[in-house]
């Protein structure tokens, strides 16, 4: 009896202990775990990509825009005159490049949003997902790529080879020079030039090389007067049309700027002051006669187009040299140049340079104006052979 008595234990109690021990050991193992969050359907995913796509194909636009821009642009006026290599240039435009990523950043991201791009509607909880943050960083990837590539599209519009092409004029002007200079003394011409036919339009032809007596002040006046016309002085308008008629290609704008210049110029050498006219302002007879020697007669370079019929297209045309004396009333000639200059051509010479490898004219070596009168056979034959020169030259 005393033994029953001691040994009984209320069984509810007991349980209910039970119970509770197990409810705290279950709480305690699972306080941490959180319920995994559903699945993404697939064409969440797509909006998810699409949407994490669209602003990383701004960003990759403008960094390849703007580093294609300023490395050509470095490359391409810096590169030759300081030595710059291409590959310097290309790292400075990506430091600019970067540059207005960081600064117009912002802005290409709210113009993304502002687009109205469709709600992928994916909990806070998928986001995390790793499916989900792997199709948003191919969607990175993919827009900025494709970005690129669309960048690209401005290496269409640009002068890739001109850093070449300056290299190789810088190169052939000591060259051109001598050229020029040994025909002016052996010859005996009043003007030597030395043209290049631009290899990007066979139409037009260009010089660094030129030995050009400047016009007299009689024969300037008489040019300023036929320009000028009724009016006391010339427009740049009128300039620029009298000009352009001789070949040489400019704009009303290039030539108002220049002219302005010589006249500033010309009132510090005289120590006078004058007011600013408008627009269609009128120069004077000293500003005109400047600008025919520096730009005209003088230019360090000449851009002009071949004008049809003229003694460079025939020399051209035919690959042989072209001789005339005198040429006032040769039908070849261009009155008009000894009109607009202020020279007075008497006699010509003009010898195309030949390719000897395809027989292409690369250039011609024109003379103008024998001191002795005219040109000799033995002149003909002497400017043929610094062509033929001139061309191994220019092969090499």
Not at 91 to 108: E, H
Not at 229 to 257: D, P, Q, W, Y
Not at 316 to 333: A, C
Request: glycine share 8%; net charge positive.
């Amino acid at each position: 009896m005393w033994l029953s008595s001691v040994c009984r234990i209320p069984r509810a109690p007991r349980v209910a202990r039970l119970h509770h021990q197990l409810g705290r050991r279950v709480h305690t193992q699972t306080a941490g775990v959180v319920p995994s969050a559903p699945q993404p359907r697939f064409s969440q995913l797509v909006k998810h990509g699409f949407a994490a796509a669209v602003p990383m194909i701004g960003f990759g636009f403008m960094d390849q825009l703007v580093m294609i821009t300023v490395g050509d642009h470095i490359d391409a006026n810096l590169g030759a005159t300081l030595g710059i290599h291409t590959l310097t240039a290309a790292a400075l435009g990506q430091v600019v490049s970067d540059t207005s990523g960081v600064l117009f950043g912002q802005v290409i991201e709210n113009i993304g949003q502002k687009v109205g791009l469709p709600s992928s509607k994916l909990t806070a909880e998928q986001m995390k997902l790793p499916r989900v943050l792997g199709v948003r960083t191919a969607g990175m990837a993919l827009g900025v790529a494709s970005g690129c590539f669309l960048g690209m599209i401005s290496l269409y519009f640009l002068d890739l080879d001109k850093r070449a092409k300056e290299e190789k004029i810088q190169g052939l002007e000591p060259l051109m020079k001598s050229m020029v200079d040994s025909c002016h003394q052996l010859i005996g011409a009043e003007h030597c030039h030395l043209w290049l036919v631009d290899p990007t339009d066979p139409e037009y032809i260009w010089s660094r090389a030129m030995t050009t007596a400047p016009p007299s002040t009689e024969n300037l006046q008489k040019a300023f007067g036929y320009i000028a016309g009724s009016s006391e002085g010339v427009t740049a308008h009128k300039l620029m049309t009298a000009v352009f008629a001789i070949g040489r290609e400019t704009n009303a704008e290039n030539v108002e700027k220049q002219l302005i210049r010589i006249e500033k110029d010309l009132e510090l050498q005289s120590n006078s002051v004058r007011s600013d006219l408008n627009q269609d302002r009128t120069f004077a007879f000293e500003v005109f006669a400047e600008y025919m020697r520096q730009e005209v007669t003088a230019g360090l370079e000449i851009h002009t187009r071949v004008r049809p019929g003229g003694f460079k297209h025939t020399a051209i045309q035919t690959k042989k040299t072209v001789l005339r004396d005198p040429v006032v009333r040769d039908p070849l000639f261009n009155k008009m140049h000894n009109l607009v200059t202020g020279l007075r051509t008497r006699n010509v010479l003009v010898s195309p340079i030949i390719s000897l490898k395809t027989g292409q004219v690369l250039g011609l070596i024109e003379m103008a104006n024998k001191f002795d009168d005219s040109f000799s056979q033995g002149d003909v034959r002497t400017v043929e052979l610094m062509a033929k020169h001139t061309a191994l030259f220019l092969e090499k």
